[in-house]
């Protein structure tokens, strides 16, 4: 799967409910050209970006677009996928996940999240290693357990504004920050949120595409991935996370391993 990485001008974006120096703040620094990315992944370990696009593969490509490996599941498709420890996790997107390596090679059978888990859209794994999922249909905020088990559930219409049609999920480990895209059938926004699911800050993404779907972070870099179906293409961006004023800014995170 080929791809072109093309620099962006640098544009500030800053989040629509933090203010002061210390909010949500994006700035635009490159893009993809990529056919119907549905969910992203950075890998530290290959410094790389795990893609899945609703097809039965999914691909690890390099930070400049060059294909590393592909690796299938024991689903019929791959519509969300995560970093778990040294391994993947993946979905189909009904609620469906299995344990892989990074070779693909299956760690354990399929298995289904409880709750009435129905349509995942994006998965991650939080510092605790419980799996935290967003779905549209109905539109929810869900936190399991590692063996699938129903933990914690947020209904994303309770939050103002709604999100009605969340796609990917990221997680800032230096913070614990949870970080969601919202499509275009909904806001066409980024979201940030604490551990535990309280608001911080929004920034719309209408500017840069249309339709995201899915997220990643590259904390070692402060750098943000956002999947675009509408233009077929992922965004880069420098990313500042909201953070309590007169704060000290965030030390780097774990980066490439390769270098």
Known sequence: MAQRFIPLCTVALGGALATGAGA???????????NRPASLEYDPTFCGL????????????????????RISSDLYRIKAIAIEGDNLIVGDGLGRLQRLTKDGAPLAAPFRLGGGASDTEGIAIDAAGDIVTVEDDPERLTWFTPDGALRMRIDTMDFDPPISEAQGIAIDPRTGHLLIVDDWEGSNSLYEFTADGELLGQASLIEYGTDPEGIAIRPGSDQLFVAFDGGARIVTFDYTPTLPEGAEPLPPGADCMLF
């Open 24 to 34: 949500l703040d994006l700035r635009a620094t490159g893009t993809y050209q990529l």
């Open 50 to 69: 795990w893609i899945a696009n609703e097809g039965p593969e999914a691909i690890l490509v390099t930070l400049q677009g060059d294909e590393l490996r």
